[in-house]
């Protein structure tokens, strides 16, 4: 991964942290664009992460539910750490956020990314 790539994914990461996830999708898109090799998913997944709880944000539950399910197809293929991220756990909270929100049980803190 590039300086640039990694500046700007840190960016992103520290932007869906403070819950500024327009933003953070922009960044991931910006990215996802410029990379050509197997990370591709990775961003493109994140990107449909930050998407879903923005529609959170809006109480749009069929958007977020939709976003979710595009974040989990794109990222289910890495296993581990991926530029610093620790994508089985990115998942791992994908998918209790989904649950509950099938539950129709909104959550009380927004997940938030560590990156290394």
Request: charged share 30%.
């Amino acid at each position: 991964m590039s300086a640039y790539n990694r500046s700007r994914l840190i960016s992103a990461i520290n932007k869906f942290n403070k819950q500024e996830y327009f933003e953070c999708h922009e960044i991931l898109e910006d990215i996802w664009f410029d990379v050509h090799d197997n990370t591709k998913d990775l961003y493109r997944g994140l990107l449909h992460f930050a998407t879903a709880l923005y529609h959170l944000n809006k109480k749009n539950i069929r958007g977020t539910l939709l976003q979710l399910e595009k974040a989990i197809e794109r990222l289910k293929d890495y296993n581990n750490f991926v530029n610093g991220i620790d994508v089985p756990k990115v998942i791992k909270q994908i998918l209790s956020l989904k649950k509950r929100l099938n539950k129709k049980v909104f959550p009380k803190k927004y997940p938030k990314i560590n990156i290394t």
